[in-house]
C-alpha cells in the first residue's frame, strides 16, 4: 500500500515547524493528521480520493484541516471509542465512526489496521499498513522520532504507558516508522529508534529519581537536578515531563509524591 506524506507548516513546538500528513492507500484512501490545508495536500487528497479522514491524537498541531477535508471529500471521520467528545472540541467537527485496538478502515488498497499507542496523548495511536506479506508501515504520530526525543508531560502524557508503546513498536518491529515529525525511519533503524527513546526515558527516570533522593522536592528544583542543558523556551515542557516521570516513579513506590512535593519512598 502506497503510504504519501505531506508536510504541512503547523504552530507547532516541535523544531521542524511542520506536521506529516499521510494519504494512505487509493480510491478510497486514509487521510491521517490533516494539521493544516496545503495545495500539496489538497492535490494528494483529490488524486487518491480520500474516504477517509482519522488522526494519531488531538494535539492542536495534528487536526487543524480534519473539518475542512472531510468536507471537501465527504470523506468518513474516524475517532477513537470513547473520545468523540475531546475529538469534536479539537476539530470542529462530529465523527462518523470510531475505531479500537486492530479496527481495520479499508482502502482501495487494502486494510489499515489501528494500533493502540498510548503515553504521549492518552487516545494516541497508530496505524499499521502492509500486513499482508508485503512491506509494513507504521504512521506513529508522536510516539517517535528519527531525532531528539518526544515531550511526554503531565497530566496528558502517561510514562509508563509511552515506555509500552514503545516495546511494542520494538516487537512489531515494522519496515518503516513514518513519524508526525521529521523524517521516515526505516529497517533496522526502527528497533534501534525505539531502544533509543526507551534508554533516554529511563536515563532521565534516573536522573529525577536521584534529584529526589538528594533532596529536591518541587517540579522546579528537581528539573534543575534532572536536566543539564539550557532549557530557555522549552522550561514548561521539562517541568511536565519531570511531572510524569514522578507519577510513574509514585505509582511504583519509587518515590513519595502528592502533586506539589516529592520526597523518597520510605
Given at each position: 500500500m502506497e503510504a504519501t506524506r505531506v508536510g504541512v507548516e503547523v504552530a507547532t513546538r516541535a523544531p521542524t515547524g511542520e506536521?506529516?500528513?499521510?494519504?494512505?492507500?487509493?480510491?478510497p484512501a486514509?487521510?491521517?493528521?490533516?494539521?493544516?490545508?496545503?495545495d500539496e495536500?489538497?492535490?494528494?487528497?483529490?488524486?487518491?480520493?480520500v474516504g477517509h479522514v482519522a488522526v494519531t491524537h488531538h494535539h492542536p498541531d495534528h487536526v487543524g484541516a480534519v473539518a475542512h477535508y472531510?468536507?471537501?471529500?465527504?470523506?468518513?471521520?474516524?475517532?477513537?471509542?470513547?473520545?468523540?467528545?475531546?475529538?469534536?472540541?479539537a476539530t470542529g467537527i462530529e465523527p462518523d465512526r470510531t475505531f479500537a485496538e486492530g479496527t481495520s478502515i479499508e482502502t482501495g488498497d487494502g486494510a489499515v489496521r489501528v494500533?493502540?499507542?498510548?503515553?504521549?496523548?492518552?487516545?494516541?495511536?497508530?496505524?499499521?499498513?502492509?500486513?499482508d506479506g508485503g512491506d509494513t508501515d507504521l504512521v506513529c504520530g508522536d510516539l517517535a522520532v528519527a531525532k531528539g526525543s518526544v515531550v511526554?508531560?503531565?497530566?496528558?502524557?502517561?510514562?509508563?504507558?509511552?515506555?509500552?508503546?514503545?516495546?511494542?513498536?520494538?516487537?512489531?518491529?515494522?519496515?518503516?516508522?513514518r513519524p508526525g515529525h521529521g523524517p521516515a525511519v526505516e529497517g533496522p533503524a526502527v528497533r534501534a529508534t525505539a531502544t533509543r527513546l526507551i534508554a533516554h526515558r529511563l536515563d532521565r527516570e534516573r536522573r529525577v529519581r536521584s534529584a529526589v533522593e538528594r533532596?529536591?522536592?518541587?517540579?522546579?528544583?528537581?528539573c534543575d537536578a534532572a536536566y543539564e542543558k539550557d532549557l530557555t523556551g522549552v522550561r514548561d515542557l521539562a517541568e511536565a515531563t519531570v511531572r510524569a516521570h514522578l507519577e510513574k516513579l509514585a505509582v511504583e513506590?519509587?518515590?513519595?509524591?502528592?502533586?506539589?512535593r516529592a520526597r523518597p519512598a520510605e
Open positions: 506536521t506529516g500528513a499521510y494519504v494512505l492507500g487509493a480510491d486514509l487521510l491521517v493528521d490533516p494539521a493544516a490545508e496545503s495536500l489538497d492535490a494528494l487528497a483529490a488524486d487518491r480520493d472531510a468536507e471537501r471529500h465527504d470523506a468518513a471521520v474516524w475517532t477513537r471509542t470513547g473520545r468523540a467528545d475531546a475529538f469534536q472540541r494500533v493502540d499507542a498510548p503515553g504521549h496523548a492518552p487516545e494516541h495511536v497508530a496505524f499499521a499498513t502492509g500486513e511526554v508531560g503531565a497530566p496528558e502524557g502517561d510514562m509508563r504507558a509511552y515506555l509500552s508503546s514503545l516495546r511494542r513498536v520494538h516487537s512489531m518491529a515494522p519496515d518503516r516508522l533532596g529536591a522536592e518541587t517540579v522546579s528544583g528537581i513506590g519509587a518515590v513519595d509524591w502528592d502533586g506539589e
